[in-house]
């Protein structure tokens, strides 16, 4: 069923790929976009906002390569109202099952004299033949209206009427500064059900942003007023403080079905496996105390509220964690098990890996058997993600050797590494361990780029747990993350770096061919 046949159905529209990816320093390469996008659509979101393909061959590449693998969620494109950007969007959108266009302008008052310096009339024109172009590439059309919550009502009225008037059959309602409460935002809606005659030919649909924390009770109030399509990113991501969560949006439909009687087509136990994609693709760590994927969502730490869990688990909790996918790590495989079973579970868990992935994956699975008593999920993905991530990687790790914590002489690191299929090494020293590994690989590989982020995080609990580390790095205003995993930390900070590099050559290959040397 399509989803606008239920009148109670809320779209989900998912756009973490494009306004996720404004945050600075969330930037995701096509290999993980494409991984982001399967998740989606295994999660059921029915609409998938893979870029702006206008703003970069990168998300060009990435509309277009996820508009032809994905098959059962819509695959869209952004456009400003601008000739180029339709063309080049409806270009990248034309591989897909099923494509949409979003087009956009900004309509308030600020935005029309200082941004666009443009006159409302000519704003209102631009509607029209922006909706109307977009339309002769596909019959899926999205126009929003950009700081629409700080936009003349007569003028947001008469925008939204040529639009839809023009063909576009669902118009978005932003809250692009995160500005509006949800009173205002509902009566906003509201306000539009009640002034536009054609509203009935569209979908509404709102997107908020959350500068002062409202963007879900924004999002929700537009839905008791009549939205029916709600944009959103998994964790929040995006410009500022972010967008809607869309977890948070999903189990609070969820869950207060008694008071907003709406479904979405989400697989709610999906979440905290994607969340932690996106989380580990970007490195934005979910805070603990974040609704529904923080890492204490759902924890009972005082002995009352353990007590009245024993007692019956809805004293303390209105959803439970098995519904958004958080299972007790379960001990999988151990040092005995063999290829098969190694593969019967990675298909368990979602993954498709090919004959040398697969190998590879199960010789880093042996190894940490070997050093972990208790091989859980959690290690099991961390070590294919990390497996993944280096499929197409110029520069290798091979092996490592730290000296430190030793007062007689400086922190030293030996380092082993494969660089255009030759292997090279080096001993280095630091001012700590990490800083040794990573002089290191600067000598081997030298390069300007800055560090921006260095963050560890253990997969599973114990000092024995793998280490996952993220490495953020920074040339030329250009930003990528970096991912390592290893029982041994260091070991996972030298990949993490090298992962981090290999992102950045390939961005560069992109740019300018003649750069890649090092
Ligand atoms: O926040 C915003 O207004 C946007 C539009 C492009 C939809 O992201
Ligand atoms: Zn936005």
């Not at 869309?246 to 709610?268: C, H, K, Q, S, W």
Request: proline share 3%; net charge negative.
């Amino acid at each position: 069923m399509r989803p606008t046949m239920d009148k109670n159905r809320i779209i989900i529209f998912d756009t973490t790929m494009r306004d996720g990816e404004q945050s600075p320093g969330a930037s995701m390469n096509l290999h993980e976009k494409l991984r982001i996008a399967q998740a989606l659509e295994e999660m059921g979101v029915d609409v998938i906002e893979a870029g702006f393909p206008i703003a970069s061959n990168g998300d060009f590449e990435a509309v277009r390569d996820i508009a032809k693998v994905v098959k059962q969620s819509v695959v869209c494109g952004l456009a400003r109202a601008a000739r180029g950007d339709i063309e080049r969007c409806a270009e990248a959108i034309k591989p897909a099952e099923r494509g949409r266009i979003h087009t956009f302008i900004s309509t308030s008052p600020l935005h029309m004299k200082y941004k666009l310096q443009m006159a409302p009339d000519d704003v209102y024109a631009a509607v029209t033949e922006s909706v109307t172009r977009a339309r002769s590439f596909t019959d899926d059309v999205e126009w929003s209206a950009e700081d629409g919550s700080r936009t003349e009502h007569d003028f947001l009225c008469r925008c939204v009427e040529a639009a839809i008037r023009a063909g576009a059959g669902t118009i978005n309602i932003p809250d692009t500064v995160g500005y509006s409460v949800p009173d205002e935002f509902g009566a906003l809606i509201s306000m539009l059900f009640n002034r536009v005659p054609n509203i009935d030919q569209a979908v509404i649909s709102v997107h908020c942003h959350n500068d002062l924390g409202l963007a879900v009770a924004n999002s929700l109030a537009a839905v008791r007023a009549g939205a029916r399509q709600i944009e959103c990113t998994v964790n929040g991501l995006g410009e500022r403080a972010g967008n809607a969560a869309m977890e948070e949006v999903v189990m609070a439909l969820r869950t207060r079905n008694d008071l907003m009687p709406f479904t979405t087509g989400i697989r709610t136990e999906h979440i905290t496996r994607t969340s932690r994609l996106v989380s580990a693709v970007t490195g934005f760590v979910v805070q603990p105390n974040k609704a529904i994927v923080g890492a204490n969502a759902f924890a009972h730490e005082s002995g009352i509220h353990q007590d009245g869990m024993l007692k019956h688990q809805g004293t303390y909790e209105i959803m439970t964690p098995e519904s958004v996918g958080l299972t007790q790590s379960k001990l999988v495989l151990g040092k005995h098990s063999g290829r098969h079973a190694f593969k019967e579970k990675l298909k368990e868990l979602g993954y498709e890996m090919g004959d040398n992935a697969l190998e590879d994956a199960f010789r880093r699975f042996k190894e940490v058997a070997d050093r972990k008593k208790e091989v859980f999920e959690e290690d099991i993905v961390a070590l294919v993600d990390d497996e993944l991530s280096r499929a197409h990687d110029r520069v290798r790790f091979v092996s490592l050797d730290v000296v430190c914590g030793s007062k007689h002489r400086p922190p030293s690191a030996e380092l082993e590494l494969e660089i255009d299929d030759e292997t090279c090494s080096v001993k280095t020293t630091g001012t700590g361990p990490i800083d040794a590994i990573f002089v290191a690989v600067k000598t081997l590989f030298p390069h300007e780029a800055r560090l921006q982020l260095f963050q560890v995080h253990a997969v599973t609990q114990g000092t024995d747990a793998q280490a996952e580390v993220t490495v953020r790095l920074e040339e030329n205003g250009k930003t990528v993350n970096g991912q390592g995993a290893d029982t041994d930390t260091l070991v996972a900070s030298a990949r993490a770096y090298v992962n981090a590099l290999n992102k950045l050559l390939e961005k560069r290959e992109k740019t300018a061919p003649s750069a890649l040397s090092a």
